[in-house]
């Protein structure tokens, strides 16, 4: 499978005819005091070219820009936040699927490295059901990674910048990673806590959950390694499915 991007020209895609687009969706959001506002933006340009590069599919795809902003509600309160509403997410991935599919890219693989956007499942569900196809799909590369991989960090899945995410980022962008790396004293919690509360409030202000001290380079590499294969296979069984039941 032929990876195309904004790189190439609209001739170019006119020419080569991609039947799929891919989605990634990063955020603009705080990431306590070690870790860009740009994290979830920077993991999914390198990943999500990674799992596309593992797929196998004839064609081509075509990839599309990360959108660097999405919604981040439970993480406003910190400088340098931007967060879309989200209803505000569903008309932009309604937009972006009218804009492929008036040129003729029959699927779009929607793909949020930001937990935060919970109206994506939803958006997905209405668009497959008003046009009677099974034709978006929706791709969460943390939730395909087995548990047993997360067993190795401090708290297993740590909802926000501790041990997990700040393990991948040392070992695909170290040189993003502050020394301010701090544990959080206040009680782990689990994601459903941010439908209720901010991440300031449960995070008593740091912005993190967890132990980012106890991240490595190595363990962010086996979770690395874990995120694309297990995405790679999640995302050829839908594509295989679509194949099966082309209709909702």
């Not at 955020?27 to 070690?34: I, K, L, Y």
């Not at 979830?40 to 799992?51: E, F, N, R, V, Y």
């Not at 202000?205 to 967890?210: L, R």
């Not at 363990?219 to 069984?237: D, N, P, T």
Request: aromatic share 8%; charged share 20%; proline share 6%.
């Amino acid at each position: 499978m032929q990876i195309l991007t904004d790189q190439n020209t609209a001739f170019e895609l006119e020419a080569l005819k991609p039947e799929i687009a891919f989605l990634p969706i990063g955020a603009t959001e705080q990431h306590s005091r070690h870790l860009p506002l740009a994290t979830d933006t920077i993991l999914a340009d390198q990943l999500s070219t990674a799992i596309l590069e593992q797929l196998d599919w004839p064609g081509h795809v075509f990839l599309l820009p990360t959108l660097s902003v999405s919604s981040s509600e439970e993480n406003t309160g910190y400088r340098g936040t931007i967060s879309f509403t989200p209803l505000t997410m569903r008309s932009i991935v309604r937009d972006i699927w009218d804009s492929l599919t008036r040129v003729g890219i029959q699927k779009l693989i929607v793909c949020p490295w930001h937990g935060g956007n919970f109206i994506l499942k939803p958006i997905i569900r209405e668009l497959n059901c008003e046009k009677q196809q099974c034709h978006l799909f929706y791709l969460n590369p943390w939730e395909q990674v087995p548990a047993t991989v997360y067993d190795q960090f401090a708290h297993g899945f740590e909802v926000h910048c501790g041990d997990v995410e700040t393990s991948l980022m040392l070992a695909l962008n170290p040189e993003y990673v502050k020394t301010e790396r701090i544990d959080n004293p206040t009680p782990h919690f689990k994601a459903p806590l941010q439908d209720m509360w901010s991440m300031r409030t449960l995070s008593g202000g740091e912005g993190h959950t967890g132990h980012p001290t106890q991240a490595t380079a190595a363990k962010g590499e086996i979770f690395k390694q874990a995120v694309i294969e297990h995405s790679v296979r999640y995302l050829q069984e839908l594509l295989e499915l679509s194949q099966q039941y082309p209709e909702y």
